[in-house]
Every structure is written in C-alpha cells, then in structure tokens.
C-alpha cells in the first residue's frame, strides 16, 4: 500500500498490511518513497518489517527483468511497467561498469 504523506511535497509512505489472528489486520510504515530525494536515495524500504504471505521466505524477485551485466545499460520495454527493460550493449566509446546500472552508460 502507497500513501501520500504530504500534500504540498511528493512523498509516499509505503505501508505493508499484516494480518493477524481473529480477522485483526494493521498497516505498518516500512518505507517511502521521496522522487525529489538525491538519485539512487529515492526509495527507503525496511525489508525486515515486511511480512510476506505464508510460505513466502524471502523478498521475491522481479518478474519482469534481472540486472544488466557490466558493460550494458537499461533500456526501457514499450507499453510495459517501469521495472521491466532490456539490457542494451553502451555505445561505442561509453562504459558502464555497475552491475545494477540505473543510470545511462558514461563517456570514456
């Protein structure tokens, strides 16, 4: 669950819902979501304070793309979500050597 925090600023708070016993549930803040915040500091999650699904152990993973590798960048997937893309080789003369490359590939 996202959930505006301020009207004036674009903040969300992104809240998990846990059920309990006797049909009790409570919403519990476990992170936001800050667009103005630096790059790659936008998104503020507590993992340990999700509770998953029963029989769910760890986070899952993306469904729709893994990592790019050293060397490639993201490219978006048209008429998709933002979390999936396709992993471009950089242009020649450009480098990207992050495994988790968010960011386009730089000059050499």
């Known amino acids: 669950i996202i959930q505006r925090v301020h009207e004036s600023e674009a903040e969300y708070a992104i809240l ?3 059920n309990f016993p006797e049909g009790l549930g409570l919403k519990v803040k476990v992170g936001k979501y800050s667009p103005h915040a630096p790059r790659g500091q936008e998104l503020s999650l507590s ?3 999700i509770e998953w699904a029963i029989g769910v ?4 993973h993306s469904v729709c793309s893994e990592s790019c ?3 490639f960048r993201k490219t ?3 008429g998709k979500a933002t979390c ?3 992993c471009a080789p950089c242009p020649e003369n450009e480098i990207s050597n ?6 386009p ?3 050499i």
């Open 47 to 49: 993992e340990e304070m």
């Open 76 to 78: 978006t997937q048209e």
């Open 57 to 60: 152990p760890e986070t899952p």
């Open 84 to 86: 999936c893309f396709d």
């Open 16 to 18: 998990n819902f846990w």
């Open 98 to 103: 992050e495994t988790v490359t968010f960011h």
């Open 69 to 71: 590798s050293p060397g």
């Open 105 to 107: 590939c730089h000059g």
